[in-house]
């Protein structure tokens, strides 16, 4: 089974930009579809991207449509995360997660596979 390590976390000052990374091992990146969650303390996860296997279909909630940019290198078993124009209430930990299915899911429980997180920090 597939196992993802996510990096490129940190703290930034509003306005600012981050790129995570998510490496995927154990299995070939290009058969899982992928996508990136955060969760901020006390609030319930939330769906960030996704994106499908050949990279060709990306989905985005309104939060972050048009500062974020999920990306994939199948070559490299790599997805990334570009966040632009951060804001404070972008912080929280990121999560990479992956599944088998097809469809670019917003909903966290059809991905079986996740990483540790990632700790975002978007300072004002």
């Known amino acids: 089974q597939v196992q993802l390590v996510e990096s490129g976390g940190g703290l930034v000052q509003a306005g600012g930009s981050l790129r995570l990374s998510c490496a995927a091992s154990?299995?070939?990146?290009?058969?899982?579809?992928m996508g990136w969650f955060r969760q901020a303390p006390g609030k319930e996860r939330e769906f960030v991207a996704a994106?499908?296997?050949?990279?060709?279909?990306?989905n985005y909630p309104d939060s972050v449509k048009g500062r974020f940019t999920i990306s994939r290198d199948n070559a490299k078993n790599t997805v990334y995360l570009q966040m632009n124009s951060l804001k404070p209430e972008d912080t929280a930990v990121y999560y990479c997660?992956?599944?088998?299915?097809?469809?670019?899911?917003?909903?966290?429980?059809?991905?079986?596979?996740w990483g540790q997180g990632t700790q975002v920090t978007v300072s004002s």
């Open positions: 994106i499908s296997r050949s990279g060709g279909i990306t």
């Open positions: 154990g299995g070939t990146g290009r058969d899982y579809t």
């Open positions: 997660a992956a599944t088998r299915d097809s469809v670019v899911s917003t909903n966290g429980r059809q991905y079986g596979y």
